[in-house]
């Protein structure tokens, strides 16, 4: 259980997203919030390789000052659409035209992360394909209304009003939120057997 193998460290949440914190909390898991300030700049290098370079670069930024016994968890999550990378929306009109992008098609939500201590570091990713409901217009001006897509990659939550539009999903619901569950622990497996943990 991922709570077992973590209990000798404190436990560093380098993001400043609920979602996350709230994922960890589910797993009994209380962290505390170190808010990395890296720029995330999205390039036409392959989506998972820089949801993995962003989440390492939150990492490295937060190992800097980390102690010894804190365990750093970093990530980032990218919406990918026909080969195109939908970020957080710049402003309503942008998630208007992310939404009416994902209206009745299909994508994929990345999550890259990085976890480890100041000694060592393991980096993964996750995908997870999302199938839209067909959107209307006022759907889509409604949704915006509630600024729930304003702060999330791809101007949706799975986990609020943006849950009425989804019909389909294949792989880790809570990717989509933001923290790949399983890999994470996979990754923490992993870093056990090596005894980096």
């Given at each position: ?43 036409d290098e392959d989506p998972a390789l820089q949801a ?49 992008a994902l209206s009745g098609n299909t994508h994929t ?89």
């Open positions: 259980m991922i709570d077992k193998i973590l209990s000798t460290y404190k436990v560093v949440l380098a993001s400043a997203s609920p979602r996350r914190r709230e994922i960890l909390s589910l797993l009994s898991i209380k962290s505390e919030i170190r808010v990395s300030d890296v720029a995330e700049p999205i390039t993995m370079k962003h989440a390492r670069n939150k990492f490295l930024e937060i190992s800097q000052n980390a102690g010894k016994d804190e365990f750093i968890i970093a990530a980032d999550t990218i919406v990918v659409l026909d080969g195109r990378i939908l970020g957080k929306p710049r402003d309503e009109a942008e998630a208007q035209e992310f939404l009416r939500v990345i999550s890259g992360i990085c976890v480890g201590t100041c000694r060592n570091l393991q980096c993964a990713y996750e995908s997870t394909v999302v199938q839209f409901a067909r959107l209307s217009d006022a759907e889509i001006a409604d949704y915006i209304l509630t600024l729930e897509p304003l702060d999330k990659a791809g101007a949706y939550g799975i986990q609020g009003f943006g849950s009425q539009f989804i019909t389909r999903l294949e792989g880790c619901y809570f990717n989509v939120m933001g923290f790949p569950v399983r890999k994470f622990y996979e990754t923490l497996q992993s870093m056990k057997q090596e005894g980096s943990l």
